[in-house]
């Protein structure tokens, strides 16, 4: 998996948006997290769609989470931007189909996201904004090697 700039855009507008009580304006979410406006405003509107965010017109207007921000995963705001987890060429691994000598790797993918989904549908926005990780995802950073760049 690839996070793209975009999904990290996303996530870390949303640590700030979640910070606050009331609605934050853009420009605030922008500055505090060094995301260019109108990439923000992209990401924002993606994000509002999908029903994560929700905006307030006018004088005092600005953003704030439309869900509590411990039933938002951070797996949902991969998808609210970027589309499904993993994809294979652009189709969902159930979807793929190969000749008999390679369909082993349709399991391999499907695999592959499950392990994602463990982790990135087990973490919330709240638990980035805490820093409060759950205790298995922690447990995978453990390893010295899950440090490794292999």
């Given at each position: 998996m690839r996070v793209s700039t975009k999904s990290d855009y996303a996530l870390r507008a949303l640590i700030e948006i979640s910070r606050h009580d009331d609605v934050v304006s853009a420009e605030q979410v922008g500055t505090s997290q060094d995301i260019p406006s109108g990439y923000l405003q992209s990401i924002l509107a993606d994000l509002r769609r999908a029903g994560i965010v929700?905006?307030?017109r006018g004088?005092?207007?600005?953003?704030?989470m439309a869900n509590d921000p411990a039933d938002v995963s951070v797996a949902d705001v991969i998808r609210a931007v970027d589309g499904p987890l993993l994809s294979v060429y652009?189709?969902?691994?159930?979807?793929?189909?190969?000749?008999?000598?390679?369909?082993?790797?349709?399991?391999?993918?499907v695999a592959a996201r499950s392990s994602l989904r463990s982790v990135l549908e087990a973490v919330s926005i709240e638990a980035l904004a805490t820093g409060a990780l759950p205790a298995d995802v922690m447990a995978r950073t453990t390893?010295?090697?899950?440090?490794?760049?292999?």
């Amino acid at each position: 998996m690839r996070v793209s700039t975009k999904s990290d855009y996303a996530l870390r507008a949303l640590i700030e948006i979640s910070r606050h009580d009331d609605v934050v304006s853009a420009e605030q979410v922008g500055t505090s997290q060094d995301i260019p406006s109108g990439y923000l405003q992209s990401i924002l509107a993606d994000l509002r769609r999908a029903g994560i965010v929700a905006s307030q017109r006018g004088q005092s207007g600005g953003w704030r989470m439309a869900n509590d921000p411990a039933d938002v995963s951070v797996a949902d705001v991969i998808r609210a931007v970027d589309g499904p987890l993993l994809s294979v060429y652009g189709v969902r691994p159930e979807s793929v189909s190969y000749n008999e000598s390679a369909a082993v790797l349709q399991t391999v993918w499907v695999a592959a996201r499950s392990s994602l989904r463990s982790v990135l549908e087990a973490v919330s926005i709240e638990a980035l904004a805490t820093g409060a990780l759950p205790a298995d995802v922690m447990a995978r950073t453990t390893d010295e090697d899950a440090w490794n760049p292999h």
